[in-house]
């Protein structure tokens, strides 16, 4: 992961140099008066996704010049490459909507193009909300209470919506990268579905994000958490839960997982159309990040339980093209995981 950071900031640096300043921009204060921002979240109600994005929805409109009406928009399917084609493909391209989708995208979009047929470092980031936790658990009456115990099972059914999400691309590394006991049952809208088919059995576990995870599950201990996919450990995640690049065996396995783990820090991200202009773009993106520090959206995010740790858009795009700048032989290697 440090090498991948390391490359980040180097394209950080380059980005904010080439960057217009803000104050060069006209603040195309009268396009948004009058007018609605439709979010498009790819997954569907009640999930991770769409509390993040009702959230800013509630707040994001005062720091916006004209004061627009937010609209949140659910429009589920193929883990939420649905809602970045129609942005890219029929959607308004004039800044009325933003999408958030799941980055895990990314990767698949890498290993086969010509499938995905989007590439994300052409859409305009306006940031995301939390650089994610992901993590693959199982359900506590299972008895599967560890890593290892998972390992020694002759096999453990979690489930996703689609190939794609950073959920399947989470529990095919395991499966791929470490010969992991893991069956992937797809079809499931969005967490919620997945997150009631745990409750009832039908599947012993899961991968997903810690922010999403019930805060009943967490304090009543409903669940074992068996890997985290991030070196960062939330402070009430238990200090046993293994970082996935401590298991790998090899360079070249850590170098794979630093790409295959690169979605978790793009977390919660927010897109507009490629067309949508400069300055549009930098409204959005200031009143974005003043959202995130404002104190009433803390207080909200709070009560739900959303941890809130602001990636600004500039940033996002740097990770993204250091995703985008892989090498042939790890893009291979990332094929062979998610396909």
Not at 229 to 252: C, G, I, Q, Y
Request: aromatic residues 8%; proline residues 6%.
């Amino acid at each position: 992961m440090a090498s991948l950071r390391r490359s980040i900031t180097i394209a950080l640096a380059a980005a904010v140099i080439a960057a217009p300043v803000l104050g060069v921009y006209a603040q195309d204060s009268g396009f948004y008066r009058g007018k609605a921002i439709t979010i498009v979240v790819g997954y569907s109600a009640g999930g991770g996704y769409d509390l993040y994005a009702r959230a800013l929805a509630r707040h994001i409109g005062r720091y916006i010049p004209g004061n627009p009406t937010l609209v949140i928009q659910n429009m589920p399917g193929a883990a939420t490459l649905t809602a970045a084609r129609y942005l890219a493909n029929s959607g308004p391209r004039d800044g009325t909507v933003i999408t958030m989708f799941d980055p895990g995208l990314i990767l698949e979009s890498l290993a086969t193009p010509e499938k995905i047929n989007v590439r994300f470092s052409d859409y305009r980031w306006i940031g995301s909300m939390s650089r994610e936790v992901p993590i693959c658990y199982a359900w506590g009456t299972t008895g599967i209470r560890t890593w290892d115990d998972m390992m020694k099972r002759k096999e453990f059914i979690i489930g996703l919506t689609a190939k794609g999400s950073a959920t399947y691309v989470n529990g095919a590394t395991i499966r791929k990268v470490f010969n992991a006991p893991v069956r992937q049952i797809a079809g499931y809208p969005g967490s919620t579905e997945q997150r009631m088919a745990v409750e009832r059995g039908e599947l012993e576990g899961n991968c997903g994000s810690w922010s999403a995870i019930p805060q009943d599950w967490i304090i009543s201990a409903k669940i074992n958490t068996l890997v985290r996919f991030s070196s960062k450990r939330p402070d009430d995640m238990p200090e046993s839960v293994p970082f996935l690049n401590d298991l790998a065996s090899t360079p070249e396995q850590k170098a794979l997982l630093d790409i295959l783990n690169g979605p978790a820090d793009l977390g919660r991200p927010f897109l507009v159309a490629k067309e949508v202009s400069n300055d549009r773009v930098q409204v959005l993106r200031s009143a974005f990040d003043e959202t995130l520090k404002d104190a009433s959206f803390l207080a909200d995010a709070q009560r739900q339980s959303l941890p809130i740790e602001l990636l600004r858009g500039i940033e996002a795009e740097a990770i993204v093209g250091t995703m985008y700048a892989a090498t042939p032989e790890i893009v291979r290697k990332v094929k062979d995981v998610i396909e």
